[in-house]
């Protein structure tokens, strides 16, 4: 659990409350455009900004075996534990991490920069949690053209020249689009920014990266030849996938995962299998390239 919880830095030796926190906030924010500094003001609703993110996404480093969750019981722990009403939803992702979203009168970074206020309820509920953070995959974004060689060092210099020549931060992990192959010189790089202005301007200005100047594009998980996992159809993303469910093998309403065959008493393809064809229901695989459906999106293996 080391270096789990990202604590605010905060040096009060005095635990500020939720309300307290909301407030400096809202006094930071609200000196900006007031030029007369009042003395005591009266409690400000914080009104969120129109980007304003309202979700945080708790991690684990393996992937949480979290499967159910009593979203009202536990939305009650965190606003008791923060005084208040900050918290609107506590749900499972489909990638099983659990994600809290704050009521409308706050944001995700408010919510975070109380994390010691609410972490034990975390703690007390999902003890496999580690980590705290917004969601990043928002503001993701591919870079083209990037040298093979200079990423060798897990994309810390790409990292680094975002930040030095581009003031651009880059946010979690980044990866390639696509696995370089061997005597491949230039590939492309998936990554994520923080904010919405980051994303624009690389968008609108590329990135200035070990002295060449770089396209970037907005990351998209799927095309139109992207088959689901999911359902067997294509072209949509699959991880908002909400088709019924089929297998690739059997095309019966389960994860190819979860196939089984009874007599071998294993999962995944075997001598048994009566394949099925989710798609136009021929006895071929849902990915059989003889099938209509897979040369219909002019896929070819
Ligand atoms: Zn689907
Ligand atoms: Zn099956
Ligand atoms: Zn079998
Ligand atoms: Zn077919």
Redesign the pocket.
């Given at each position: 659990m080391q270096g789990a919880i990202t604590k605010s830095t905060g040096q009060s030796p005095a635990k500020k409350t939720y309300a307290q926190a909301v407030t400096s906030t809202a006094t930071a924010t609200s000196a900006a455009t007031t030029t007369t500094a009042g003395t005591t003001t009266k409690k400000k609703r914080l009104e969120p900004k129109p980007q304003a993110i309202s979700k945080v996404v708790l991690t684990a480093e393996n992937t949480p075996t979290i499967v159910t969750i009593d979203g009202k019981a536990v939305r009650d722990q965190f606003n008791k534990a923060l005084n208040g009403n900050v918290v609107a939803r506590v749900e499972i992702s489909k990638r099983n991490n659990i994600v809290i979203t704050t009521t409308k009168f706050y944001t995700a970074d408010q919510f975070l920069e109380v994390q010691n206020e609410w972490w034990p309820v975390v703690q007390e509920n999902w003890p496999e949690i580690q980590k705290a953070e917004k969601p990043t995959t928002w503001n993701k974004l591919v870079v083209h053209g990037i040298p093979v060689e200079e990423a060798s060092d897990g994309f810390e210099k790409f990292k680094t020249e975002c930040k030095e020549y581009n003031k651009i931060q880059v946010i979690g992990k980044s990866r390639w689009l696509i696995p370089p192959s061997e005597d491949q010189k230039k590939a492309s790089i998936v990554f994520s920014v923080e904010s919405e202005q980051e994303k624009k301007a690389c968008l609108k200005n590329g990135l200035d990266i070990l002295g060449i100047g770089l396209k970037v594009v907005n990351y998209r998980p799927y095309s139109t030849t992207t088959q689901c996992n999911r359902c067997q159809s294509f072209g949509h993303n699959p991880t908002t996938c909400r088709l019924t469910i089929a297998c690739r093998l059997c095309a019966k309403p389960h994860y190819t995962k979860q196939h089984y065959?009874?007599?071998?008493?294993?999962h995944g393809?075997?001598?048994?299998?009566v394949a099925k064809c989710a798609n136009c229901s021929q006895n071929h695989l849902a990915d059989h390239p003889h099938c209509e459906a897979v040369k219909a999106v002019g896929l070819s293996y």
């Open positions: 065959c009874k007599e071998c008493k294993k393809e075997c001598n048994h299998l």
